[in-house]
């Protein structure tokens, strides 16, 4: 769709994140971060769809690293 056409358009850095544990999504972020020019993707340990729900230490250091990164 039209969404995942415009992903190699995103000229921002790009942190793409999702739980280990949700499966459904796990393809899809890889897909995303592959295709978003100098993207990174995180995985959440132990952490479904509501990854920043779910474990919120991780979610945040990973936002954390990420930000402190650029």
Known sequence: GRIIESLPGIAVPA?????????PFLAAAGYMAARIPGARKA?????????????????????EEFLSSL
Do not use: R, S, Y
């Not at 942190?15 to 499966?23: C, F, M, S, Y």
């Open 43 to 63: 995985v959440i340990a132990d952490a479904g769809h509501t990854a920043n729900l779910d474990q919120p230490e991780a979610f945040n250091a990973a936002v």
């Open 15 to 23: 942190l793409v994140l999702v739980g280990e544990k949700d499966e």
